[in-house]
DNA sequence: CGTCTTGTATCATTCAATTAATACAACAGG
DNA sequence: CCTGTTGTATTAATTGAATGATACAAGACG
């Protein structure tokens, strides 16, 4: 399980890995069943307090993408479960009213919108193609 | 000016005056050219610190939305300039991916993402009508 | 010119989020 | 059972964002 920390960035600890391996999870190099990294030994390797693992790994649960076992471990959850489907569309549904909020200040229309998501988001898939690294 | 302040929804004072002049200039009862209330008298008005009006000012002056004469006051600007126009996609950009990568990340597909999109988006202008108030 | 009003800059204070220190609770497995 | 490992809970320290107190700078205008 490869997790980088950059404690100079800004970006909460916590929230780094929360974002990596919902990353991991994504691209299946942590599937269904699998167990993270116990707490304090992630903690150990990351130079990091236990509490700050035990936070993102609370949020990775509450998203849905992992389960805890109280005395065995933390476990990646089944992605396709109704559960987990539901949990995501969810978050992404808070961003999208944030957005649509945004737009309703500007006066953007919701075909405007759309229009500027699809050209974003050509813009990042190519220059995805060209790059060797991920996230 | 109609500005209503609420000190006690979490959401910091400069936000929530921003918020609110930009939603005025989108509803045109803020025009272009017009001039805010001075630093000194909105905060006199709103019982806040002056500071915390120049932030308001000054962030609404970088997203376009006004522009400050040093010694005459602050002044609605022209939203259909082109640069303001730039300005305001510029901002929906960044927000639009963070969506995109938070959607990257759960594995939804930009199709899903947009049909997401117009659900909210007709949820939310069915709410709006139901109600007598603006934001 | 002088003075009033405009926005600006600097520093202090407050408060909430983040992280850490430490002790607790549950249960798997010998 | 008992011991080691797992996650949990509580409390404190630290940091940064938000707000405030106060003094400064520029120019409009009489």
Redesign the pocket.
């Known amino acids: 399980m490869q997790i980088h920390i950059n404690?100079s960035d800004?970006?909460?600890?916590?929230?780094?890995i929360v974002n990596q391996v919902k990353y991991l999870v994504a691209a299946g190099r942590l599937k269904a069943g699998e167990?993270?990294?116990?707490?304090?030994?992630l903690?150990e390797k990351l130079?990091?307090?236990?509490?700050?693992?035990?936070?993102?790994?609370?949020e990775l649960?509450i998203s849905g993408i992992v389960e805890?076992?109280?005395?065995?471990?933390?476990y990646v959850t089944d992605q396709g479960s109704p559960l987990a489907r539901r949990e995501r569309t969810k978050i992404l549904s808070d961003r999208i009213d944030q957005l649509l909020a945004e737009a309703g200040h500007m006066d953007v229309s919701i075909e405007d919108l759309i229009k500027l998501l699809q050209q974003r988001f050509s813009v990042i898939q190519n220059s995805r193609l060209k790059d060797a690294d991920d996230v």
């Open positions: 404690t800004g970006v909460p600890i916590y929230l780094q167990e993270l990294l116990p707490i304090r030994t903690a130079v990091v307090n236990p509490n700050t693992i035990a936070r993102a790994y609370r649960e805890k076992r109280r005395t065995s471990g933390t």
